[in-house]
């Protein structure tokens, strides 16, 4: 694979960029919108700017399929899809959800959603999300991002998590 080298204006703090599979780029310099570069981008400017719908705060963004972008905000995960041709982005879906954290896997297309109050799993197919169940986990609000896991075995997709409890930690899995 051939390294990509992007030349970006320094216009300010990059709180991340994510790179798509069919080579755009997406970067996020403020906590309301993201820069898109096209993949044959040399000028360092950004070839279109997109913000959330709900004009929140970003939580986090992911790229899908298709130069399509999952936007997560303080209330709402939305699909977006970019299109190079026009240079536009339409939003093809939105879940109105209050959102703490989200975890996204792409092995499973499983994007994992907490509110603070409860955590809720969500699938991504057919360009739109799913919401697939609400987890029964005791203590949902002290349970933090980084002991939450979406995970694999044997072609199955679990999400796992950290309980702690007299002293005792156990590894929970929910299918």
């Known amino acids: 694979m051939k390294p990509?080298?992007?030349?970006?204006?320094?216009?300010?703090?990059?709180?991340?960029?994510?790179?798509?599979?069919?080579?755009?780029?997406?970067?996020?310099?403020?906590?309301?919108?993201?820069?898109?570069?096209?993949?044959?981008?040399?000028?360092g400017i950004a070839d279109m700017s997109i913000s959330p719908s709900?004009?929140?705060?970003?939580?986090?963004?992911?790229?899908?399929?298709?130069?399509?972008?999952?936007?997560?905000?303080?209330?709402?995960?939305?699909?977006?899809q970019i299109s190079v041709n026009t240079s536009?982005?339409?939003?093809?879906?939105?879940?109105?959800?209050?959102?703490?954290?989200?975890?996204?896997?792409?092995e499973s297309s499983v994007f994992v959603i907490s509110t603070g109050q409860e955590i809720?799993?969500?699938?991504?197919?057919?360009?739109?999300?799913?919401?697939?169940?609400k987890l029964d986990i005791p203590r949902v609000s002290s349970l933090k991002e980084k002991a939450v896991w979406i995970i694999q075995l044997y072609k199955t997709s679990y999400i796992c998590h950290l309980h702690t409890q007299n002293d005792e930690t156990r590894l929970i899995l929910h299918q």
């Open 4 to 43: 990509k080298t992007i030349r970006l204006e320094p216009t300010g703090q990059i709180y991340a960029i994510k790179l798509s599979d069919s080579g755009l780029v997406a970067t996020q310099r403020s906590h309301m919108s993201l820069d898109i570069f096209f993949k044959d981008n040399t000028s």
């Open 120 to 133: 809720s799993a969500y699938l991504y197919a057919r360009d739109c999300f799913t919401k697939i169940s």
């Open 54 to 80: 709900v004009k929140q705060q970003i939580v986090s963004y992911f790229w899908l399929k298709n130069d399509q972008l999952a936007v997560v905000t303080t209330k709402s995960l939305e699909l977006i």
């Open 88 to 106: 536009k982005a339409k939003t093809l879906t939105k879940e109105e959800i209050s959102i703490a954290w989200c975890k996204y896997s792409a």
